[in-house]
């Protein structure tokens, strides 16, 4: 899981990259800066929502907005 603060993309660890690189599947917050979401891989596959489907498999990353 990545929690995406006030700060964006800017403000992403070097761990949050690396799992947005690796990921299969992003599921993330609506909302979420384009900014961010271009940090995701090229290929993995996006979903906008809260939870993991039923049967998704790989790599998941959920990929959230902080209160």
């Not at 992403?12 to 299969?24: E, G, K, S, V, Y």
């Not at 917050?29 to 906008?48: K, S």
């Amino acid at each position: 899981e990545v929690t995406v603060g006030p700060g964006g993309a800017e403000a992403l660890t070097l761990a949050d990259l690396r799992l947005l690189a690796q990921a299969d599947l992003v599921i993330y917050a609506p909302g979420m800066p384009t900014a961010v979401l271009a940090l995701i891989r090229r290929d993995a596959a996006r979903q906008v929502g809260e939870g993991v489907p039923e049967g998704a498999t790989g790599r998941i990353v959920l990929l959230r907005l902080s209160a």
